[in-house]
């Protein structure tokens, strides 16, 4: 069992730029993938970016390409999210996982409880 705890949510303007951080504890296997996803009202969960927890190349949705980086610690056990250039279509709740397949968001097995980023135009 892994728990997932994210942080660094907010309410901020178009264009700005905001920090989520995911800190991870428990069983977690270097061999994983660990994953950021969104889910805006009344729409589906949505991959944004993941990394593997011993790898180094990240992946990301077409439509956060050069605008968010994701980074990891493993000494802390934490992925964090830098979002730039925020879009008012960029609200959601924002969901750390691991346990996963990429960005098939149904094999995730770990689940954060999520953190709300709201950008306004």
């Known amino acids: 069992q892994v728990e997932l705890v994210e942080s660094g949510g907010g309410l901020v303007q178009a264009g700005d730029s905001l920090k989520l951080s995911c800190a991870a504890s428990?069983?977690?296997?270097?061999?994983?993938?660990v994953a950021w996803f969104r889910q805006a009202p009344g729409k589906e969960r949505k991959f944004v970016a993941g990394?593997?927890?011993?790898?180094?190349?990240?992946y990301y949705a077409d439509s956060v390409e050069g605008r968010f980086t994701i980074s990891k610690d493993n000494a802390k056990n934490t992925v964090d999210i830098q979002m730039n250039s925020l879009k008012p279509e960029d609200t959601a709740v924002y969901f750390c996982?691991?346990?996963?397949?990429?960005?098939?968001?149904?094999?995730?097995?770990?689940w954060g409880r999520g953190t709300q980023v709201t950008v306004s135009s």
């Open positions: 990394i593997y927890w011993n790898g180094w190349k990240p």
């Open positions: 428990g069983r977690i296997f270097n061999s994983n993938f």
């Open positions: 996982a691991t346990g996963g397949s990429m960005g098939r968001t149904a094999t995730y097995r770990n």
